[in-house]
């Protein structure tokens, strides 16, 4: 299957519901504090998206076993998909809060970082350099470039780092879907994989592990850990492809890349 392309109408709404994403990492940043618990998060958020914003968490009941809860909250070894729960965070933690909202019909999905109290020296790096994996990613995105050069790059980085890249998941499509494709993976090698056109939507979202790449899943068929119980990190955007570069749809203002990248 080939990846959809937006319509002008289309990209309007994936802008509204980008922006209203970004907000919610915006919003419950102040909350991430020794003590509180993820399901404490998660509430937050939910009431957030849709008691302010008037949007459907798409978290909640997605998939199969249907996901309990209306973010992720992915802490110290878990790579991604963790179900927020009543234990609380401690000094020197570090999480990821992953939120997808739909606003008429469309998806915005994005994720960050955040530190509980005074990381690690490893810990400020791995997030440091995750996000730099993410940007890298995110420069080359352009009309006739290669989803390969993207995860290229993303891989180059991390590795000049003697960190890892987690295979088993990756970036996706997405528009009026939450997944679509096409399937946007963080390794892998130049010219390759699908070309790039104008209109295309999908996500960038390295997870990027101290140790080794290797994962599994947890009983409960959505918490995903490193094998090693190292840590892992991860940042995620939605990108729209220009005509002349990339439009990051979940750009916020705490952040040093431009919203819009022109290559022309």
């Not at 998939?63 to 729960?85: A, D, E, L, Q, W």
């Amino acid at each position: 299957m080939a990846a959809t392309i937006k319509t002008a109408s289309e990209i309007e709404k994936m802008r509204f519901a980008g922006k209203l994403a970004s907000e919610v990492l915006n919003m419950i940043g102040e909350h991430v504090v020794k003590g509180a618990t993820t399901e404490h998060l998660d509430r937050l958020c939910h009431n957030y998206i849709v008691d302010v914003q008037g949007c459907i968490p798409a978290p909640l009941h997605y998939g199969n076993p249907p996901f309990p809860k209306s973010v992720c909250t992915s802490v110290n070894h878990v790579i991604c998909h963790g179900i927020p729960s009543d234990k609380k965070l401690k000094d020197g933690d570090i999480v990821n809060i992953d939120v997808t909202v739909i606003k008429d019909g469309y998806h915005g999905d994005t994720s960050k970082m955040f530190v509980i109290g005074k990381p690690s020296i490893m810990a400020e790096r791995l997030i440091k350099v995750t996000q730099e994996c993410l940007y890298k990613g995110i420069a080359l995105v352009r009309p006739g470039a290669r989803l390969g050069d993207i995860g290229h790059v993303i891989q180059t980085h991390a590795q000049h780092h003697n960190y890892s890249v987690v295979q088993e998941y990756c970036g996706h499509g997405i528009g009026a879907t939450f997944h679509e494709d096409p399937q946007v993976v963080h390794y892998g090698q130049p010219n390759t994989g699908e070309e790039i056109v104008a209109g295309m939507c999908f996500t960038i979202e390295p997870m990027i592990n101290a140790g080794k790449r290797h994962s599994k899943m947890l009983p409960d068929k959505w918490t995903v850990v490193t094998k090693d119980r190292s840590l892992s990190a991860q940042w995620e955007h939605t990108l729209l492809v220009t005509e002349t570069g990339v439009e990051i749809l979940t750009h916020r203002d705490d952040e040093t890349i431009p919203r819009i990248i022109n290559h022309s």
